[in-house]
């Protein structure tokens, strides 16, 4: 018994407080390949943690071939759970714009199709509020000509990606950086945001 409670109280030292754990929230964001749209949110302050993952389907329970292969109504996205108390929606909304190119439909830089279109899935009114407001706000102040074509929607189920996905940047970095340099995503992003790009 003596056992048993000790591994619950460091379980709830790792955790933090039930309290501090029901005041987590949700963000949910498609901005093509995942593995790109995990390292921008992993380590601000008031982040948690960041799972890549698919969402937006038909499809229970997909699986990465099925979803690259198209045909699952899935995006590549990235739940985030964060501390609104730590780290604002809006915030989180600024850095996901400035990651993405928003003027494109069903692509993503050198990724084409459905599965990596880019979305913004809304948890509750408020995010979906806060998401048209921060649309809006960059019509008016974009630097580039093009409209902004980024989907608004509720979010849905969202199935984690399988593990060797999850933090693919840490995992993998030569690959990772290979695949971004190749697929001209940082290039893009400074082409359409200046110096404000992945900020």
């Not at 699986?63 to 292969?69: G, K, M, P």
């Not at 109504?73 to 730590?86: F, K, L, M, S, T």
């Not at 050198?110 to 990596?116: A, E, L």
């Amino acid at each position: 018994m003596r056992t048993f409670l000790a591994f619950c109280g460091l379980i709830l030292t790792f955790m933090g407080s039930p309290a501090e754990a029901l005041a987590l929230e949700k963000a949910t964001f498609a901005g093509g390949c995942f593995w790109c749209m995990e390292a921008p949110f992993d380590t601000l302050d008031g982040v948690a943690g960041v799972t890549s993952g698919y969402t937006g389907g038909t499809v229970k329970n997909p699986t990465y071939e099925q979803v690259s292969a198209g045909g699952t109504g899935h995006a590549e996205a990235v739940q985030i759970i964060y501390d609104p108390a730590r780290i604002s929606y809006a915030r989180l909304l600024e850095i996901f714009w400035r990651n993405i190119d928003p003027t494109v439909r069903d692509r993503q830089f050198c990724d084409s199709g459905n599965q990596y279109r880019s979305g913004i899935f809304y948890h509750n009114e408020e995010q979906r509020r806060a998401a048209l407001q921060s649309k809006a706000a960059l019509e008016k102040s974009k630097p580039f000509r093009e409209a902004i074509v980024t989907e608004i929607v509720p979010a849905s189920a969202f199935y984690p990606a399988e593990e060797y996905h999850q933090h693919y940047y840490k995992k993998n970095p030569l690959r990772y950086k290979y695949y971004r340099s190749g697929c001209g995503r940082d290039k893009r992003l400074k082409e359409l945001w200046g110096k404000a790009a992945g900020h």
